[in-house]
C-alpha cells in the first residue's frame, strides 16, 4: 500500500514557494539540491517538496490543498503579506447546510482554500482535493491505494441535501477518503471540470515498500504506468490514476 | 452583424423542458412541429427554442443562462415545484464587493443561475447568456465584434477596490461584458473558468443576418470557424464554432 511521502510543487522558483508554504504553515525549511523541502516541527503534516520543474498553465488546478486555520479573515491579510493574492472568498448554502472558503494563490499562481474550521489550533494543510468528472469511483482508488476505508457520505447530511431540493448528479459529487488514525491529510473529491494542463503544478509522492509489487496491484485497481526513473539514489515509477492524476511511488 | 434569434435548448422531452422555462420566465408557449417555442409576450426577452436533439453530459455547462429574479429565495422555492433542482446558493465576496445568486437546474439538468442583483425590475428575465472560457476579454472582443455590441466599463473604482482588497491581477480579467446598446438585455458574460467540452452541446445560439454568406466571411476574418452549411425547408443556415469552440448557427 501507498504511504504519502510529500505533497511536490512544480516551481519557477522553488526558494521563493518553499518560504511562502514554509511561512503559511509554520514549517521549517531547507534546500535539498536544486529543491527545497518544508517539513512539519511537530511532525504531524506532511511535507511539501518544491522541485525547480516545467509546468502549464491551469484555469482550475485538478489538484488543490485546503488549509484550516484558526481564524480565516485573520489569516486572509496575513497570507497577503507573504504575498500570496485573493481570488475571492466564497459562502455555500444548501438548505440549512452552510460553509466558508477563501480561494488564495500561492506566488506562482497555484489556488488554494483557507477554511476555518472551529477548534483549529494552528494551521495545517486539511484536504488534498481532486477536482474530478466522478468522485466516488476515483475515491475508491485511492482509498484501495493507501488501505483507507472506504466510507460513504453520512446518509443524514445527504437527506438534508434532498430535503433542500439538491438532486442528482450533486448527490454523487462529493466523496471523502481519510486515514483509519483520523490523521492529516484527508483526501477530498469534487466533481467538477478541471485543467487538463501537460505538466501539472502539483502532484503527490508515495513510496511503498515493494514498488514492483505495488505498481501491479495500482494498475489492476485501474491505474496506468507513464515510466519509472532512475535517480542516484532512488528509482521511481511515474503512473497516472484513473482521471489521469499523475503521481510516483519511490 | 448578427442578431440573436434563439437561445436553443438540446433536450430529450422538449415538451417538458418548455413547460418549465416557458413557467419560469412567464414566456408563452408553443408546439413547431416536434420542437417547442417559448416566446415572451412583453416583447422584450429573446426566445428560446426548445429541439429534441442528441447532447453530451457535461460538468460545466460552456454557457449557462443567469435569470434576474425580483426575490431570489422565493424563486428558488418556485423552481423546485416546477420540477427544477438546487446545487446550492453562493455568496462570493472580495473586500467591501460582495454578490449572492442560487445555482440550479432544469429538468434535464442544465445548471442555471438566478440572482436579484439591486434595481431589478419586478419581473423575471434573462439577465446574462455566460461563456466559459479561458481568456474572457478575448472571447468576448470577438462576440462585441459579431454582434456589433460595446464593452461593458467596467469603473476604475471597482477594479481599485479588488486591487486593494488584495486580489490577483489574473482575476482582473476574469470577467468580461458586452451588453446590447440602448440597455438591451441579454448581455453576453465572460467568465474564466474550466468548461467541459462536450461532442454536442446542450445549448446553443442561433442567429440570424441580413447576408449569411457575407456575414459568414466577416465571422471567419475574427476567428470563428465553419463547420457546415445545412439546407432546410424554408431556411439554410450555417454552423459555425467560435474561436473558444463554442457551436453557433447563422441563417
Request: some cysteine; overall charge negative.
Amino acid at each position: 500500500m501507498l504511504r504519502l511521502q510529500h505533497v511536490t510543487f512544480s516551481c519557477e522558483d522553488p526558494a521563493r514557494v518553499a518560504e511562502f508554504w514554509a511561512a503559511l504553515l509554520g514549517y521549517e525549511r531547507a534546500p535539498a539540491g536544486a529543491s527545497w523541502i518544508a517539513t512539519d516541527p511537530h511532525e504531524e503534516d506532511v511535507r511539501l517538496l518544491f522541485n525547480k520543474m516545467a509546468k502549464s498553465e491551469t484555469i482550475d488546478v485538478p489538484i488543490h490543498l485546503d488549509i484550516n486555520v484558526p481564524d480565516r479573515e485573520a489569516e486572509l491579510a496575513r497570507v497577503l503579506q507573504l504575498g500570496g493574492s485573493l481570488v475571492e472568498t466564497k459562502s455555500y448554502e444548501i438548505g440549512e447546510l452552510s460553509d466558508t472558503t477563501t480561494i488564495m494563490r500561492d506566488p506562482e499562481g497555484n489556488g488554494f482554500c483557507l477554511e476555518g474550521l472551529p477548534n483549529t489550533k494552528r494551521a495545517h494543510i486539511w484536504n488534498i482535493t481532486f477536482a474530478c468528472a466522478e468522485p466516488r469511483p476515483l475515491g475508491r482508488f485511492w482509498a484501495f491505494a493507501l488501505d483507507w476505508p472506504g466510507e460513504d457520505i453520512d446518509e443524514s447530511i445527504l437527506q438534508k441535501f434532498r430535503d433542500a431540493g439538491v438532486g442528482e448528479p450533486e448527490l454523487s459529487g462529493f466523496h471523502l477518503v481519510k486515514a483509519p488514525n483520523g490523521g492529516r491529510p484527508r483526501f477530498y473529491f469534487h466533481r467538477r471540470e478541471k485543467s487538463r494542463p501537460e505538466s501539472y503544478p502539483i502532484h503527490l509522492d508515495f513510496a511503498a515498500d515493494d514498488r514492483e509489487a505495488e505498481i501491479e496491484r495500482l494498475v489492476q485497481a485501474g491505474a496506468s504506468v507513464v515510466e519509472t526513473k532512475q535517480g542516484t539514489n532512488l528509482t521511481f515509477t511515474v503512473l497516472r490514476d484513473p482521471e489521469g492524476n499523475p503521481f510516483c511511488v519511490g | 452583424m448578427l442578431q440573436l434569434l434563439n437561445i436553443t435548448f438540446s433536450c430529450s422531452d422538449p415538451g417538458r423542458l418548455a413547460e418549465f422555462w416557458g413557467t419560469l420566465l412567464d414566456y408563452e408557449r408553443a408546439p413547431a412541429g416536434d420542437s417547442w417555442i417559448a416566446t415572451d409576450p412583453r416583447g422584450e426577452g429573446t426566445r428560446l427554442l426548445f429541439n429534441r436533439m442528441e447532447k453530451s453530459e457535461t460538468i460545466e455547462v460552456p454557457i449557462h443562462l443567469d435569470v434576474n429574479v425580483p426575490d431570489r429565495e422565493a424563486e428558488l422555492q418556485r423552481i423546485l415545484k416546477l420540477g427544477g433542482q438546487l446545487v446550492e446558493t453562493t455568496s462570493h465576496s472580495i473586500g467591501e464587493l460582495a454578490e449572492t445568486w442560487t445555482v440550479m437546474r432544469d429538468p434535464e439538468r442544465n445548471g442555471f443561475c438566478i440572482q436579484s442583483p439591486p434595481n431589478t425590475p419586478p419581473h423575471r428575465y434573462i439577465g446574462n447568456v455566460t461563456f466559459s472560457c479561458a481568456e474572457p476579454p478575448q472571447l468576448g472582443a470577438f462576440w462585441a465584434k459579431a454582434l456589433g455590441w460595446p464593452e461593458e466599463e467596467i469603473d476604475e473604482n471597482f477594479s481599485q477596490q479588488l486591487r486593494k482588497a488584495g486580489v490577483d491581477e489574473r482575476e482582473l480579467s476574469a470577467l468580461y461584458a458586452i451588453r446590447p446598446p440602448n440597455e438591451g438585455r441579454p448581455r453576453f458574460l465572460f467568465q474564466r473558468r474550466e468548461k467541459s467540452r462536450p461532442a454536442s452541446y446542450p445549448i446553443h445560439l442561433d442567429f440570424r443576418t441580413e447576408d449569411r454568406e457575407a456575414e459568414i466571411e466577416r465571422l471567419e476574418c475574427a476567428g470563428a470557424s465553419v463547420v457546415e452549411t445545412k439546407k432546410g425547408v424554408n431556411v439554410t443556415f450555417t454552423v459555425l464554432r467560435d474561436p473558444d469552440g463554442n457551436p453557433f448557427c447563422v441563417r
